[in-house]
């Protein structure tokens, strides 16, 4: 199995940003890419970002150019930094790694929430 952890979400002003880090442990070679995704009151749970095993990212049309997803092999941790947050980016964000034998991994969830 692999153990997902996320951490950095928040409370931020309209404008501002946050790094959202998501730390990986367990059967981890198995990776064949990570993701955030983001699942707000009342809505389904949308892709935000990808970055596959060869470092190739992408993203949500709503948050091109304001968001970046990247990876720390040697820790073993996915980033999201998010800038100029906007009220609509509130949402729980989710951490996943597809695994080739494992299928998707998913952490718990980390709350973001952006005040106008």
């Known amino acids: 199995q692999v153990q997902l952890v996320e951490s950095g979400g928040g409370l931020v002003q309209a404008g501002g940003s946050l790094r959202l880090s998501c730390a990986a442990s367990?059967?981890?070679?198995?990776?064949?890419?990570n993701g955030w995704y983001r699942q707000a009151p009342g809505k389904q749970r949308e892709v935000v970002a990808v970055?596959?095993?060869?470092?190739?990212?992408t993203y949500a049309d709503s948050v091109k150019g304001r968001f970046t997803i990247s990876r720390d092999n040697a820790k073993n941790t996915v980033y999201l930094q998010m800038n100029s947050l906007k009220p609509e980016d509130t949402a729980v964000y989710y951490c996943n790694a597809h695994h080739r034998w494992l299928g998707d991994q998913w952490g718990q969830g980390t709350q973001v929430t952006v005040s106008s």
């Open positions: 970055i596959s095993s060869g470092g190739s990212t």
């Open positions: 367990g059967s981890t070679f198995g990776i064949t890419a």
